[in-house]
């Protein structure tokens, strides 16, 4: 089912390991890296995957959240960025407080982006600010060459 179960987010979460291992396994050059960008489901996807040493440079996470019943069971996250509504009633905003809480206790490295007015999907507004944190956050922990506007 797509029911967000325990297991199926184990699953998921399994499918995001395989896909960057296989990224991984490629013939590439050397400087190549990977980042995960998810929202919603695909946010707390993104956010499990990596809390098991998923071989990622960076994860940007959009309206997600960890689900309770990994946080005793995070090992590690790679540079993350936090992008949330406050007034999202999907993802209420509290998950990425404790989120970014968590990332404080096991000195993570972790920047977030609250936006006031916004919900669980961003005005185009908001959208396009946040777009550009996302790369402006990929650029610093990934790619100095990436490009400084979003296109």
């Known amino acids: 089912t797509l029911q967000p179960t325990v297991t199926n987010y184990r699953r998921w ?3 995001v390991e ?13 400087a190549r890296k990977i980042a995960v960008i998810g929202q919603g489901l695909g946010a707390s996807v993104a956010l499990l995957a ?17 689900p309770n019943q990994f946080f005793s069971q995070v090992q590690n996250l790679p540079p993350l960025l936090i992008l949330h509504g406050e007034q999202d009633k999907q993802v209420p905003i509290v998950n990425a407080r404790q989120l970014v ?3 404080e206790l096991k000195d993570f490295t972790c920047e977030a982006g609250m936006y006031p007015d916004e919900g669980h999907y961003f005005s185009s507004k908001a959208t396009e600010a946040a777009n550009q944190r996302v790369l402006t956050f990929f650029r610093t922990y990934l790619w100095a060459s990436l490009p400084t506007k979003a296109e």
């Open 13 to 15: 979460g399994q499918a």
């Open 18 to 30: 395989d896909i960057v291992g296989d990224l991984h396994a490629r013939p590439a050059p050397k």
């Open 50 to 66: 990596g809390s098991h040493k998923l071989a990622v440079g960076a994860i940007a996470e959009w309206s997600g959240l960890l």
């Open 101 to 103: 809480r968590l990332c």
